[in-house]
């Protein structure tokens, strides 16, 4: 009892609420039992979080194909497969999530086949080199990738069910940050030095990765979730290709996956500007400068994007877009009217984190937008038609801005960064959640 005690007073603390709690968008048996779920979700958030960090391909999966002794043109295949791999099956994944009244399971299903998947990556690493050693790490990490589409399905469903509308952007902007910091610190006692780290030292990396995925499983299993909606839940592939319609008549999910689209660059711009810091050194203290940025980034913006969000999401789009396009067009500018310049030690590293701050603002704009923006199978079509588009349009982008990088990479940060004011533009055209009046909500579903 003085345990639940405790969880209501942080919880009342961390949401702001006194006496009555808001619990919007949700039942009444659901808000009893937002505290404890709140706090579950937030550590199981952060848990995973921890190992996406652990294992980046933007960063450390990326020094490890190189590492191994594998051609360095297979880091450049990371990045889309782990984004792809888990967002393009998605229009059938949800129509399968959707048959079930109860979801959590299949987020503790994703969150095992991750765990799993990390672990394989630690014993190829371990006991393979060269070519072979990578080929393993990418299937694996398409294993792993493939099983996230789960995750990210099941988790937005059950988050709308669990946890109030005006609550979800704290929730993902706490979880960010407390991983964040735990990265930071990772980052900061094991890379140093200017030699490269032993095999055994990414070895025992992904084998705690691949552990976080597993408590995180543990922990997500004990989230409250009443039962929700299963309409439609029938063929998994026709419900599928059915859900498609949605891009055609809902505008305002049309208007909010374009401008999704282009602000993929804040994702994509990150490996370049890896690259561009590998021409002038290759120790393990520039890696651990990365992650070390990474995480920070995470620990500084997240909450406060979080808390933005709860109050705007739209505007947090748009600032995080805005942001990720103007790292990438000045590190651009800087390189293309001078290709000798340099910069200092820190000026990559420092362009990295401010893109990484913009990243997370994007990531959390945009989650919050969806989660809010319906309810019901609504949510769970909505994740499902909007990841898979954008998994297929990842690929292609990908596949063009690689293209544009054989010209120099400073061209495709370019490319990139006009995609960014694109996409921050065009979220300026989606209205706020509280422009969608009740009635227009209903018309869409």
Same mark, same amino acid.
């Not at 095999?199 to 025992?204: D, I």
């Not at 390189?335 to 990295?352: E, I």
């Not at 690689?402 to 995609?419: E, H, K, R």
């Given at each position: ?137 990418? #299937? $694996? !990490?398409?294993? /792993?990738? @493939?099983?996230? =589409?789960?995750? *990210?399905?099941?988790?937005?469903? %059950?988050? +709308? ?123 393990? #203290? $520039? !890696?651990?400068? /990365?992650? @070390?940025?990474? =995480?920070?980034? *995470?620990?500084?913006?997240?909450? %406060?994007? +979080? ?139």
């Amino acid at each position: 009892m003085k345990s639940a005690s405790r969880t209501e007073r942080l919880y009342a603390l961390v949401a702001n609420e006194e006496d009555a709690r808001v619990c919007s968008d949700i039942s009444e048996q659901a808000c009893r039992e937002v505290p404890g779920n709140f706090f579950r979700t937030i550590l199981a958030n952060m848990l995973t979080k921890i190992g996406d960090l652990l294992i980046s391909p933007k960063t450390v999966l990326a020094w490890l194909i190189v590492a191994v002794g594998a051609p360095e043109a297979l880091v450049g295949v990371l990045v889309p497969i782990r984004e792809s791999g888990s967002l393009i099956p998605q229009l059938v994944i949800g129509a399968w999530v959707r048959q079930h009244p109860v979801r959590k399971g299949f987020w503790v299903l994703g969150a095992v086949l991750q765990g799993l998947a990390v672990l394989g990556m630690a014993l190829a690493v371990w006991l393979l080199d060269g070519l072979a050693a990578a080929l393993v790490v990418i #299937a $694996l !990490l398409a294993v /792993f990738s @493939v099983s996230r =589409g789960f995750c *990210s399905v099941a988790m937005k469903d %059950v988050q +709308g069910k669990t946890v109030p509308k005006s609550r979800r952007g704290r929730l993902a902007g706490l979880a960010s940050t407390l991983s964040g910091l735990v990265a930071l610190l990772v980052g900061l006692l094991l890379f140093g030095g200017s030699a490269d780290p032993e095999m055994r030292f990414y070895s025992m990396l992904l084998l705690a990765a691949g552990l976080c995925w597993f408590v995180a499983a543990v922990v997500f299993a004990g989230i409250d979730e009443f039962h929700g909606e299963t309409a439609g839940g029938g063929n998994a592939l026709r419900e599928a290709i059915g859900s498609l319609n949605l891009l055609v008549r809902d505008a305002p999910f049309r208007n909010f996956v374009i401008a999704r689209a282009f602000l993929m660059a804040s994702a994509l711009g990150s490996p370049f500007v890896v690259v561009l810091a590998q021409h002038h050194s290759h120790g393990a #203290a $520039l !890696l651990g400068g /990365f992650v @070390v940025a990474s =995480g920070l980034a *995470s620990t500084i913006s997240a909450s %406060v994007w +979080g808390f933005m969000a709860d109050v705007s999401s739209r505007q947090v789009m748009i600032l995080g877009g805005g942001l990720a396009a103007l790292v990438c067009l000045v590190v651009a500018g800087l390189t293309l009217m001078d290709p000798s310049w340099r910069g200092g030690s820190w000026f990559y590293p420092g362009a990295f984190f401010v893109l990484a701050i913009a990243h997370s603002g994007v990531r959390i704009g945009r989650k919050t937008y969806l989660v809010d923006m319906a309810g019901g199978n609504k949510r769970t079509d909505y994740t499902a038609v909007s990841n898979t588009v954008i998994g297929v349009l990842l690929l292609v982008t990908g596949g063009l801005s690689a293209a544009v990088a054989m010209l120099g990479t400073s061209w495709a940060l370019l490319l990139l960064g006009t995609m960014g004011l694109v996409g921050s533009a065009w979220s300026s055209r989606l209205p706020e959640i509280s422009e969608l009046s009740g009635n227009e909500r209903r018309s869409q579903e």
